[in-house]
């Protein structure tokens, strides 16, 4: 009897944790599904002749949170919808609090050899292109702007609001 008891508190036992622990792993995996968005930044960039004008470039960099890979990012910003350039990124530091000086390089390093996946815990650079014509899909609204909006391989669209874009100081192409 004493070794019925004991076997069936060992199997008791075991069947809590494991079911206790896939709860948990699960519970987590959906509250982390978000990126983190770490840093936006905005820079005018004026084309070294006076007649080809000047370009606003934008920079995101996020961590990537789902235990899906991602299957494309898009800005929808105030006067555009562009696709994301995807790149690795290590190395990150936050920008310095004064931004008056131009900084030669950014705050990180790319390091993306291509044809890579992505997975959770991926520091990733989102660069908006202005290349291409890419329709924006029905479920995403048309009057909503300064939002990142990802997919995850056979997901649905979801939003990344960005409520604080950096403004680096502007630069003249030779």
């Not at 350039?85 to 004064?98: E, G, Q």
């Amino acid at each position: 009897m004493v070794c019925f008891v004991m076997v069936t508190s060992i199997c008791m036992n075991a069947c809590a944790q494991t079911k206790k622990s896939a709860t948990g792993h699960k519970a987590v995996a959906r509250q982390d599904a978000k990126p983190v968005l770490l840093q936006a930044t905005s820079q005018t960039i004026h084309a070294g002749r006076e007649e080809s004008g000047s370009t606003t470039e934008h920079r995101f960099v996020i961590v990537w949170k789902s235990m899906n890979e991602p299957s494309g990012f898009f800005w929808k910003g105030e006067q555009a919808w562009q696709v994301c350039n995807i790149t690795r990124v290590k190395n990150f530091r936050p920008l310095p609090a004064d931004k008056t000086e131009l900084q030669e390089d950014l705050n990180y390093e790319s390091n993306d050899p291509g044809n890579i996946t992505y997975k959770a815990g991926d520091t990733l650079e989102l660069y908006p292109i202005t290349s291409g014509k890419h329709p924006i899909p029905d479920e995403i609204p048309e009057d909503k702007s300064n939002i990142i909006y990802y997919k995850e391989v056979n997901g649905k669209w979801m939003a990344l609001p960005v409520t604080k874009i950096t403004k680096l100081p502007s630069m003249t192409m030779p």
